[in-house]
């Protein structure tokens, strides 16, 4: 199984929502991301988790709190977020690896609408 | 801070044309990842490449890693309208998380 999934596929949300993205491999992979892609433009790194810990987070915003329950599942909650916030929302995994980078699997994304 | 600089940014061409695209990063990579995104999908892993000046070929898609390890060419021959979508090369400092450069969108008229 190569798949990462990702709920729900689209969301509509208010700027007092809150609203949690989940993700969900069963690779064995101890590397999590979360991306946010906007139209036409590359994914931007928000968060990685290694081993279920935190190690990376870009400078995020904390209207965006991640968390890792287990080795399997991601979550991206959401609460008071902002019109310019709306984007795809990509979560892949990988390999923990320590001299380089792993092929990370894509989910098929998120698309998120803030209204 | 650390750049991948992807050029061109639209490439358009008729079908069985050849297209290449190409990358370079301010800083040397570990290794350098390919990945295709099709329209309204996500990015599918295309391949890796980690040695000095390795070339890796995949059917008519022929992969390059320059030997300083700061660019890379991916280069499709015949192209076919199923090879539509945006190509993106992403790398990292060694030890680092990857870095997306801002991707080659194709379009393939028949």
């Known amino acids: 199984d190569t798949e990462v999934t990702q709920t729900p596929k689209h969301l509509v949300m208010g700027m007092t929502n809150k609203k949690s993205l989940k993700c969900e491999q069963h690779?064995?992979?101890?590397?999590m991301y979360w991306y946010k892609q906007k139209a036409k433009k590359p994914p931007e790194l928000m968060f990685v988790y290694s081993y279920e810990k935190l190690s990376i987070n870009e400078s995020v915003p904390s209207r965006f709190s991640p968390e890792c329950p287990n080795s399997s599942l991601l979550n991206l909650h959401l609460h008071a977020l902002q019109p310019e916030d709306s984007a795809l929302y990509l979560c892949?995994?990988?390999?923990?690896?320590?001299?380089?980078?792993?092929?990370?699997?894509f989910g098929p994304g998120t698309r998120l609408l803030v209204l | 801070g650390q750049q991948v600089m992807q050029i061109p940014q639209y490439q358009h061409v008729q079908e069985g044309e050849d297209f290449t695209t190409y990358c370079n990063s301010s800083t040397t990579l570990s290794n350098i990842q390919w990945y295709k995104q099709r329209p309204g999908g996500h990015p599918v892993f295309l391949i890796q490449?980690?040695?000095?000046?390795e070339v890796k070929k995949q059917k008519r898609l022929t992969f390059q890693f320059g030997e300083a390890k700061k660019n890379s060419s991916l280069h499709i021959t015949a192209t076919q309208t199923t090879d539509v979508g945006t190509y993106f090369c992403?790398?990292?400092?060694?030890?680092?998380?990857?870095?997306f450069g801002k991707g080659t969108t194709l379009s393939v008229s028949s």
């Open positions: 992403a790398g990292p400092p060694t030890g680092t998380a990857l870095i």
């Open positions: 490449l980690v040695k000095s000046g």
């Open positions: 892949a995994s990988s390999q923990v690896s320590s001299g380089g980078q792993e092929t990370q699997y």
């Open positions: 690779m064995g992979h101890r590397a």
